[in-house]
């Protein structure tokens, strides 16, 4: 009887370890993937990060502008100047999806976990070159892949509305630097990870690369 109870004395300590060590790794969890997860969902289907009126520009210098401005001259003016790391600079209408998604200055974790990033080396919406959005494919982007060839992408920002169709659908490596390259005229390359289905870090990237067709 004895031996008994000195087994059941000994066992609670290791008990007692083990349910606090569970309770820690709940926490934890609950706290990281799975509030990323949640958070990202819940932008995916509202959209919003903060309600913003995206029709109406906010004051800014006046540009003065003469008949020698090309369209392109006209296109680079949009934006007398660049938002700020982190900052809501506009939504990404996907009318496939009928997403509205909003669009964050910046791809580090901290702005992917806003909603969709935009790279801040590449050129803004509407601007001539090539102007990339970056999302995760279990978030903002968890359907991405039924947008393909032909399907329209909506850009509003306080500079304008900018709507480009999609012309290319790849699937390149991770680590493919052609994605971000130079682009002669308007265009908006949108990028997340792929296989959709991969448990774990996906080795590929699922893109969509679209030229601009009307601004407004």
Sequence with gaps: MNDQLKKRRSKKPLLLFLSITLVISGLWFSTSSTATFIKGYMLYKTGNVEAKDFSSKPESPRLDIDEKHTKNDLLNLEYPQKPE?????GELLIPKL?????????TDEDELEKGVGHFAQSVLPGENDNSVLSGHRDTVFRELGKVGKGDLLTVKTYSGTFTYKVRQVRIVDQDDRTVIVPKPKATLTVSTCYPFDYIGYAPERYILVADLVSSK
């Design 85 to 89: 790391v982190g900052e809501l600079m």
């Design 98 to 106: 009928e997403a509205s998604l909003p669009i964050i200055h910046g």
